[in-house]
């Protein structure tokens, strides 16, 4: 697993983690203001207290360069790009002024996402086909990324730039992040933990060429294809 920004590339197609992935919905500011109405129905009645996350597991992992099949009869997917937090060490209640401890480095996770409505039901057919996950391109070190909040994500569709973003506006900042969701679990070495995405990801169909570019980390490179292809 590379762990330093000063060592080489891996290889195109090696997974950089060894881990699980844990995402978490609902962690920027525009999308929760957007949504908080549908929020205050049944069965929530009212906004999320904790972290709302999810999983996405083994299966979904994919590394740069990889071909992505889309599940049949899905014409659109979302690009779901953001920042990957990659713990270095075991992490249980942390508290949040040493909530980057733990952290090894950062990596580029683009959560391919099945456009969905629902929020009373987990997104397991949307975020858990095969290859939803593409990882990589390697992992910086945590120094290369000081101020990981004002990190810039830039997202392009056949060398297209489509969508642009900053951290700057996350519910919970990445050092808050960590500390409540590690009050209730245990990260792992090698796990992930995304810092959030937004509802406003710009999609892509099949044949589509997608690529998500950090400085300081690199670009992650994608095809999508139909699954009949």
């Known amino acids: 697993m590379l762990t330093s920004g000063d060592r080489d590339v891996i290889p195109i197609g090696v997974i950089p983690i060894k881990g699980l ?3 978490v919905l609902l962690n920027d500011r525009n999308d929760l203001d957007r949504v908080a109405p549908r929020l205050a ?11 709302a996350l999810y999983i996405k597991p083994y299966n979904t992992h994919v590394g740069n360069g990889a071909t992505i099949r889309l599940p049949a009869g899905v014409e659109r997917i979302a690009l779901c790009a ?3 937090i990659v713990i270095g060490r075991p992490a249980c209640r942390v508290p949040e002024h ?10 580029i996770v683009n959560d391919l ?14 975020k858990c086909f095969d290859g939803a996950c593409p990882i990589g ?3 910086a070190a945590r120094e290369r990324l000081p101020q990981p909040e004002r990190t810039v994500i830039s997202t392009y569709v056949n060398g297209e730039l489509v969508h642009r973003r900053t951290l700057d ?3 919970r900042p990445i050092a808050r992040l960590i500390a409540d969701v590690t009050e209730f679990m245990t990260l792992l070495p090698g796990d992930v933990l995304l810092a959030g995405i937004t509802l406003d990801a710009p999609t892509a169909k099949p044949g589509d060429a997608i690529a998500v570019e950090i400085d300081g980390i690199g670009r992650l490179q994608n095809h999508l294809v139909s699954e009949q292809a």
Do not use: N
């Open 21 to 23: 992935v844990y995402g």
């Open 113 to 126: 996402t099945i456009p969905h409505e629902s929020l009373f039901r987990p997104p397991i057919r949307e």
């Open 41 to 51: 129905e049944p069965p929530y009645k009212g906004l999320p207290k904790a972290p």
């Open 137 to 139: 391109p390697s992992i």
């Open 82 to 84: 953001t920042l990957g």
């Open 169 to 171: 506006k996350l519910v």
């Open 98 to 107: 040493r909530a980057l401890e733990p952290v090894e480095g950062y990596t």
